[in-house]
């Protein structure tokens, strides 16, 4: 194994199992068909698992049943995102789900994209790109997205300090300011609600 291969390795390992990825994030490596090449022949070793095409991970396994878990969409969903160069928001479902608001795994994960819309099927889940305008759903920290995007996705109608109290315990230390000043925009209840949790 050659010099190259090793840093394609090293880079893999160093993101961790579960990881997501295509070939741009070697860019700095190689060029894309001699990476092509090297995660083929990782593929082939069993040590990296295609996705859907052009897009591979770095399998978890499970301890209690020595088999791999299935692949984290969110993750996916964020390769794809870098592949493409797109700017991607979770919407619906999936932020609630991303969030911890609820327990029910998607069965379809959808985003908001400025890229093409788009569909993937990734085993018994579905993974699903909406083009749509950002302006007003496209906030400087990803986490005021998801924040947004879930507390819309709730309604005002479901709200409780149950709900308000997860969505305060996802933010990390630091945070909860720069989120406030960020989404001073958002519509009047949202905002008044994210008034509640970073305060």
Request: include cysteine.
């Amino acid at each position: 194994m050659d010099s190259l291969d090793n840093k394609v390795i090293a880079r893999i390992y160093g993101k961790g199992r579960g990881w997501s990825f295509s070939k741009i994030e070697f860019n700095d490596l190689a060029a894309q068909s001699t990476v092509g090449s090297i995660l083929y022949r990782l593929e082939k070793k069993g040590t990296i698992s295609r996705v859907i095409r052009g897009i591979y991970y770095y399998p978890k396994e499970s301890t209690l049943v020595n088999e791999n878990i299935p692949v984290d969409i969110p993750m996916v969903a964020e390769a794809i995102a870098r592949k493409f160069d797109w700017e991607i928001i979770p919407s619906g479902e999936t932020a609630l789900n991303i969030l911890g608001l609820t327990n029910q795994v998607p069965a379809k994960y959808t985003y908001m994209s400025n890229g093409k819309s788009n569909q993937y099927k990734i085993g018994k889940r579905e993974l699903e790109f909406k083009k749509m305008m950002m302006k007003e759903s496209n906030f400087k920290h990803s986490e005021s997205n998801l924040i947004v995007q879930a507390l819309r996705a709730l309604g005002k109608e479901n709200l409780s300090q149950e709900y308000l109290l997860k969505i305060r315990n996802s933010i990390a230390h630091g945070k909860h300011s720069l989120i406030l000043k960020d989404t001073k925009s958002a519509t009047g209840w949202i905002y008044e609600a994210i008034r509640e949790v970073c305060k």
